[in-house]
């Protein structure tokens, strides 16, 4: 045989077993009956559907015309990661209770992993007895009626201080008034005062990372798009970006964990972060309650 035909004997045969590879995940998922969707091409799956949308700018209207030509639930492939989309309240019903078991286990993508330091906060945890038991510590110390209840007076004085800021400015009825704005900063402000009794003097700097960190989980990146890829992941700008965004906020959260630690305040044991520091002081849980646990609480709430 000419050595000169080696390259081309090795390259047929890559394809040939591409092919069959391919023919085998069309049987599989034949087999398993999948949710019709849009046909798909190689490397990037569905994306194109997306982008090339006269929704591209906004992929939930994309999704919900797809959802009109495929059904309530449409399958798609957004770069490597299969993608179910669920666009009716029956469908919901069946995810989300009848269901419920095969589908609380939340994918966890490469930028949500970094942030939630590879799924240990609650949200985006594995369902396990982990999940359970803090689920069970959420429910019975931090968010039962009697502590709800407990931070009324602080819910009071932030809804007044936002109705004078309003009445302030839009005195002479000239001035128009940003509602959402001073809506949002108000939510914020009553956010920070009931997880750590006071407002923090990194409050803007941790919201603006914040922003940016719910920016990069709700776009489409490299990262996320093909997370089985170590050089995509390694080269990808959004994997660093969200990685300083986590750097920077977790930093915020370890600081007044550290301060709250060394100088505790048991009038203020009320507080969110009081609460999740005793928890840790007195132990008793089937996990160690860590630092690193109690700052995804944190950033959950």
Same mark, same amino acid.
């Given at each position: 045989m000419d050595i000169r035909m080696m390259p081309f004997l090795v390259a047929f045969f890559l394809v040939l077993l591409k092919l069959i590879r391919s023919s085998s995940r069309t049987k599989r998922s034949s087999a398993l009956r999948l949710p019709p969707g849009p046909w798909q091409l190689p490397l990037i799956g569905s994306l194109h559907h997306l982008l090339l949308s006269r929704f591209s700018d906004l992929p939930q209207r994309a999704l919900r015309e797809m959802s009109g030509a495929y059904g309530p639930l449409t399958l798609l492939r957004l770069g490597s990661v299969p993608t179910l989309v669920v666009s009716s309240s029956e469908a919901a019903r069946e995810v989300m209770k009848t269901h419920d078991l095969a589908f609380c286990s939340l994918h966890l993508s490469a930028t949500i992993g970094i942030l939630s330091y590879g799924g240990k906060d609650i949200v985006f945890s594995h369902y396990n007895e982990r999940w359970r038991e803090l689920r069970k510590l959420c429910m019975l110390e931090l968010f039962n009626q009697r502590r709800v209840l407990s931070f009324r007076p602080v819910r009071e004085q932030e809804v007044a201080n936002l109705l004078r800021s309003i009445s302030s400015y839009s005195g002479d009825g000239r001035r128009p008034v940003n509602l959402s704005e001073g809506i949002c900063h108000a939510i914020n402000d009553?956010?920070?005062?009931?997880?750590?009794?006071?407002?923090?003097?990194? #409050?803007?700097?941790?919201?603006?990372?914040?922003? =940016?960190?719910?920016?990069?989980?709700?776009?489409?990146?490299?990262?996320? *798009?093909?997370?089985?890829?170590? +050089? %995509?992941?390694?080269?990808?700008?959004?994997?660093?970006?969200?990685?300083?965004? @986590?750097?920077?906020?977790?930093?915020?959260?370890?600081?007044?964990? #550290?301060?709250?630690?060394?100088?505790?305040?048991?009038?203020?044991?009320?507080?969110? %972060?009081?609460? *999740?520091?005793?928890? @840790?002081?007195?132990? =008793?849980?089937?996990?160690? +309650?860590?630092?690193?646990?109690?700052?995804?609480v944190f950033f959950v709430r």
């Open positions: 009553i956010t920070v005062r009931t997880a750590i009794g006071d407002r923090c003097k990194h #409050q803007d700097e941790y919201l603006h990372e914040l922003d =940016g960190a719910v920016r990069l989980t709700g776009g489409f990146n490299l990262a996320d *798009l093909y997370p089985s890829s170590p +050089l %995509v992941r390694r080269f990808s700008a959004a994997g660093r970006d969200m990685g300083r965004c @986590q750097k920077n906020m977790y930093r915020i959260i370890e600081s007044i964990i #550290q301060e709250r630690s060394v100088m505790p305040m048991p009038e203020r044991e009320e507080d969110l %972060v009081g609460v *999740l520091l005793r928890l @840790q002081r007195e132990g =008793g849980l089937q996990f160690a +309650l860590t630092n690193e646990i109690v700052s995804t």
